[in-house]
């Protein structure tokens, strides 16, 4: 399997980014965009992503683009850090299929750690709902 695949323009962060389907958003910015996973591993886990390039993957963004995107992953990582203090911050970006990606729209996780609490599986379990993920976003938007 190859990482140089074809970007599918209907992926669902596409389709996130162009409005077509909802998310709970933490802040935006005219390249940027932030949101919560709906199928989070633990308390303020969320994505951020580029919205004007069709990037598969990290292999197909030029660094002035990740450049940017980076710098939105470093702020909202430090809104999460501050919104919810959680002790610890994994930052996570999956590449392909085989190595767990699931979405084919680049982009990077944000997944607070807490002593004593373990992580949730990867894109598993239930969506959880916009009434438990909106709290969570509201801390992070007023730390930012
Ligand atoms: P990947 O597996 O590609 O690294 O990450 C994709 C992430 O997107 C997973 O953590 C999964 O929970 C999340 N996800 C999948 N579908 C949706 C969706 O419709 N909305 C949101 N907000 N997150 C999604």
Redesign the pocket.
Known sequence: MSLKTVYDADN?FAK?IKGV?P?VKIAETGDTLA?????PQSEGHC?VVHKNIQATNLLDINADDLTVLMNAVQRIAAGVNDGLEPDGIRIAQ?NGAPA????FHL?F?IIPVYEGRALAS??SGGPADTAILEPTAAKIRAAL
Do not use: K, R, S, Y
């Open positions: 669902i996130i389907i998310c949101f919560m996973d709906v199928f994505l999956f767990g990606q699931t979405v982009h996780h990867h894109a």
